[in-house]
């Protein structure tokens, strides 16, 4: 397992370890959100996790079957990780937070801000999933994609089997442009997907109905009351700025950043606009 610099609380919940990154010992509480496949606490939140906890107390779960929460058994679909947040919070005594989550973990942002308002003091939603839709026959052939056990786990599985292929998949999918630690992330990336194996996330295949995404949060936006900070690359390719924006002007006073030339995985990609960006709005 590559070098992981956390300090780790374990939760035990029925289902298997909940593991926690957790740095920090002042300041107003932070949780952090990871993304969906070949990541975790660690890789989505390497820079950004001790940068916050100068001024702040600082807690990123590995999501279900993610880095160091395994083996857990049961599906972790959406209302499992909404369920897992709380976790978090009621662990560690957390009534209020600042909320922050990248990808699939942005989805789960702003989700728990509509679930849970009472719990959420402001939100930062990077990349977020769960405001996309997608035309007829893209639809049906990602609903049959998420179906498929050889198509959504052994196919990514082949494709990130060497390093090389990983670097192309790193390249392509998250990080398009340069970056300082670029071969670490590669690295990262290839020791999760070699010990645990490459594929999407219960999340993402549960997430996709055959005719409309069975997470959808476009229509409920609008009941976000607390401050919000959406941060997107203006290269991502696996969420169109455009969705962001849309979704960010349906979110009452919400403000949007847009990084030029950032990827996917933006918290990686630019670490230092992104670090400034969210310290910035939860001082």
């Not at 590669?186 to 069975?214: C, K, L």
């Not at 990827?263 to 709005?281: D, K």
Request: proline fraction near 7%.
């Amino acid at each position: 397992m590559t070098n992981d610099p956390f300090t780790r609380t374990v939760i035990t919940r029925p289902e298997g370890p909940l593991s926690v990154a957790v740095a920090g010992d002042r300041g107003t509480p932070v949780v952090l959100l990871s993304g969906a496949g070949q990541d975790n606490a660690l890789l989505s939140w390497r820079h950004l996790l001790p940068a916050l906890a100068r001024d702040h107390r600082v807690f990123a779960p590995d999501w279900p079957k993610q880095g160091r929460s395994r083996p857990w058994n049961g599906t972790a679909d959406h209302a499992a990780l909404l369920g897992v947040i709380d976790t978090v919070l009621d662990h560690f005594s957390l009534d209020r937070v600042r909320l922050a989550g990248l990808s699939q973990g942005g989805a789960m942002t702003l989700a728990y801000a509509i679930e849970r308002p009472e719990r959420v003091e402001r939100l930062v939603a990077m990349c977020p999933a769960g405001t996309i839709s997608f035309p007829p026959v893209v639809h049906q052939a990602l609903w049959l994609t998420a179906r498929s056990r050889f198509l959504n786990t052994t196919v990514p599985g082949m494709m990130m089997r060497t390093r090389a292929g990983v670097e192309k998949f790193v390249r392509a999918a998250l990080v398009p442009g340069p970056v300082e630690d670029f071969d670490s992330i590669v690295d990262e990336v290839f020791a999760e997907a070699r010990d645990h194996g490459a594929g999407s996330s219960d999340w993402q295949n549960a997430s996709i109905g055959f005719t409309r995404m069975n997470v959808d949060l476009r229509p409920r936006l609008g009941e976000i009351s607390c401050p919000a900070l959406f941060i997107q690359g203006s290269a991502d390719v696996g969420v169109k700025p455009a969705h962001t924006a849309a979704a960010a002007a349906a979110v009452p006073d919400a403000r949007l950043e847009l990084i030029e030339g950032g990827g996917h995985w933006i918290s990686r990609h630019r670490p230092e606009r992104v670090e400034a960006l969210v310290s910035g709005f939860f001082a």
